[in-house]
């Protein structure tokens, strides 16, 4: 009987230093992910194709971002939405219309709404929450999808953060550390949306998915396409670029 006791004290101390160092590697797997997907600065340009079954609309984009607390969002077409503007200064978001010469700031319950009509929200674009400090990670898994190995993640909302997934699953490739999909899940655990990223190219040395399909769990023939047709990494950008100021003079 003792030399049973301690055996299963033993497997309760390997099984909970285990779970202690996969909680750990989630992490930094999320980390290292957000470095490659977006570095310490950066600049891009993208189109926004939203599918809808009676129309399509396509919107083109440049963004620039200072790590996680700074980003700004410029509108280049079409025309009738030339020169808006979205800017994050740490917890602040702002839109700026040219159309009415007004600066918004945009309070914490729009997050979750559509961004310009697509199926991406304000949250998605501006990334008001954190993926590696407003959740609890841990490793499902690794497994083969489209053509790569990958970490199958759980990231769970820690309570009092502004996210309105009740959970999210994200494949991430173990070689290179790419995001290549990621699905949403409501309060319930119903699949609210997916998320796929394709199309890997090589932009400053790093190898990246250029396309983000985005498609909602419940709409038939809907989905938004986000393509990045240029991105530049570790730009010469500072703070003093993100500014309500800059919103109205960038171009």
Known sequence: MKGTKYFLTGTLIVMVLAAAGQGQDAREIIERMEETMRGESSYSEMTMKIERPRYEREIS????????DF???????????????F??????????????????????????????????????LVRESSTVDDY??????????????????????????????GKVKMWVSTDGYM?????????????????????????????????????PADQDNQRTILTFTDMDFDIDIDESFFTQQNMRRVR
Request: aromatic content about 8%; some cysteine.
């Open 61 to 68: 984009l440049r963004t620039w971002a200072l790590g996680e």
């Open 179 to 215: 995001q290549l999909r990621v699905e949403n899940y409501d309060q319930r655990e119903n699949l609210a949306n997916t998320m796929e990223l394709d199309r890997i190219r090589e932009f400053s040395g790093r190898r990246l998915p250029t396309r983000m399909t985005l498609t």
């Open 136 to 165: 609890d990670h841990q490793v499902l898994r690794t497994e083969e999808y489209d053509g790569h190995e990958c970490y199958v993640l759980e990231l769970i909302p820690k309570p009092g953060t502004p996210i309105v997934w």
């Open 87 to 124: 800017l994050k200064r740490r917890n602040e978001i702002w839109n700026f219309v040219p159309s009415i010469d007004r600066t918004i700031k945009m309070p914490p319950s729009m997050m979750s709404e559509s961004w310009m009509g697509s199926d991406f929200t304000n949250d998605d």
């Open 71 to 85: 980003s700004l969002i410029l509108v280049t077409a079409p025309s009738r939405d030339e020169g808006t503007t």
